[in-house]
């Protein structure tokens, strides 16, 4: 206790000074739902779930996308804020970006007169959105005060409307060959473990990451000791706008269509994927790399039980179990650290 | 008994007034759900249109800004200035009951258009609803893959993955029930459900969904999907696993302009156009009938079209 006490000031992880890593529990559980549906599938359908290539593939190629908005959301909530906007800026940013990345040969496109652009034009677009709405969110929260939960629901809500405003409900599609290429086949994959391997670096080695923990350990003494907290907060909403812009371009190169539904949902899931890789919800604890797993189990479990074929209903009921599941077993972690 | 008598002769004042107007000229009120929607765009100029055709007819078309609110004061609006009929496009099919109840005080028709009533067991006399029934959608597209399996020499057992809509929602709901009456029928009895899983209408979900699927490697011989944007999502996961889509039998509904693209393309082979300029039509024609005093039935069904390579030139244009 007395050990713990003391890193709860400092600027430094407790979890990093641990001979055993927490990321090592989330592991385990990895591995051991894995080895669950795979002895469900001998005993049920007579079929190995992970000898297949294809379904290994696909497990993390279903929770690429959501993953990259989850490497953003893991920092908000490291610093002890949350951010329910990210899905409703992954549908504004995508139709946005969308609409400079059709082709000339559909007629139907919404600026006739730009089409066929450049690659760098839609992606630049893109991530200027996102910026845009990550920095509105930093602003609101380290300026007005008002609790991130309450600024980001408001972006939800506005974001979502600009989306339906944009092309009036219309989807856009028809996106250029080079635009459809960005994320074909498991460049996703690509993209959220390059994405999520910088961030680890980031928050475990630089001054960004160790501002980011304080504040979330304690952002009273994070101020003492010099960091400028508003300052920082914005740069880490900005920062999450920016990968849910990311995730907006895979995403609708992925699907080669943008609409306003898109991205419906996804903040929760990002929000989960981080619990479940052993972020705390109360801040100055958890790990990109705890979010990489956590997105993993995600991806193991929607795999599973399609592979059982396990009704839909069934499904939806057992993810809701296992994110309050995740919770519990962080309440119950800071509680032995003394925190609540 | 004589303010009884009076409020008779005044009711025939009233009804031979709407009739000799009616026969000339007509004022029909509009109140659509939104303006900002493809489909109900289609639909609202769909009603312009036609009322184009015929001189003695006037519209006054509202938005109702997707307001249950904002709608039904614009009823009442149309109320107040005495329109012959009125053609709501409800904004939510739960508060229609206050509509009805308000046009039928005032004795002014009312036609609903699209989205069904929920108050539809209950209507009064002069008032219908105009629409496509969601039953025909899924049977049409299940029947024509059940065909096609058949001409496809399956017809002694075949294999289909059904990809659902999101699961509360009645067009999904009834969709998949429409798949499941066809099997049940000893025409296409040949024909087993492999899985059924939700993509909630997305095209993103119906990726994973489809990708996952093929990782099993059951041999499947159709994809019965409940709309076409989840439809176009498992192409496109069939594509990023190297299965020829040229041969895959699939099936969807709504018939958007980038299904009839696929279809083109030779990927998509079924969908089913629901039609929103004749719906629009429809339901004019009922308010015109019903402002005339015609009786017309409680409901009036536009019917879905099946939509094939074979016929797809005459739909490229029409959503």
Known sequence: MAEVAAAKGSSVDASQRRPWPSEVNILAGLIAIALMFEVLGWLLIHQ???????????MILQVAIVGIVAVGVT????????????????????IITMSFAQVSTYSRAVYPALTNLPIIVPIAVGLACGLLAGLINGLIIAYTKIPPFIATLGMMVSARGVSNWYTKGQPVSFPTDAYASIASGIRPVIIFIVIAIIFQIIMRYTLYGRRTYAIGSNADAARVSGINVERHLVLVYTLAGVLSAVAAIVVSSRNLTAQAGMGFGYELDAIAMTVIGGTSLYGGRGSIIGTVLGALIFGVIISGFTFLRIDAFYQEMIKGVIIIGAVVQDVYRQRRRGRI | MKKLALAALMGTLLM??????????????????????????????????????????????????????????????????????IIVNPVDTDATTAISKLAAD?????????????????????QAFVGSDEKDSGTLETKQICKLLKDGGKGSGANVYVMQGQLNNQAAVQRTQ??????????????????????????????????????????????????????????????????????????????????????KAGDLKVTVFQDAAGQGK???????ALAKGTKVDKAVWVPFQLVTPENIDTYMSKN
């Open chain 1, 48 to 58: 190995s779930f992970l000898i297949n290539p294809a379904r290994l593939q696909i």
């Open chain 1, 75 to 94: 920092q908000v909530i490291i610093t002890g804020g949350i951010d329910l906007s990210s899905g409703s800026v992954v549908s504004a940013a995508a």
């Open chain 2, 16 to 85: 031979g007034t709407a009739m000799t107007g009616s026969a000339s000229a007509a004022n029909i009120g509009v109140s659509m759900a939104q303006f900002n929607d493809n489909f109900l765009t289609v639909l609202r100029n769909g009603i312009i249109d036609y009322a184009k055709t015929m001189p003695d007819v006037t519209l006054q078309v509202e938005d109702g800004g997707n307001d249950v609110n904002k709608q039904l004061s614009e009823v009442q609006n149309f109320i107040a200035s005495k329109v012959d009929a």
């Open chain 2, 106 to 126: 005032a004795n002014i028709p009312l036609v609903y258009v699209n989205r069904q009533p929920s108050n539809m067991d209950t209507l009064p006399a002069n």
């Open chain 2, 178 to 263: 429409d798949i499941h009456d066809v099997i049940a029928t000893s025409d296409c009895s040949f024909i087993k459900i492999i899985d059924q899983q939700t993509a909630g209408w997305q095209r993103d979900q119906a990726q994973s969904l489809m990708a996952n699927w093929l990782t099993a490697g059951t041999p499947y011989d159709a994809v019965i999907s409940n709309n076409d944007e989840m439809a176009l999502g498992a192409l496109q996961a069939m594509k990023a696993a190297g299965v020829d889509t040229k041969t895959v039998i699939i099936g969807g509904v709504d018939a958007t302009q980038e299904a009839l693209a696929s279809m």
């Open chain 2, 282 to 288: 429809g339901a004019l024609d009922t308010a015109l």
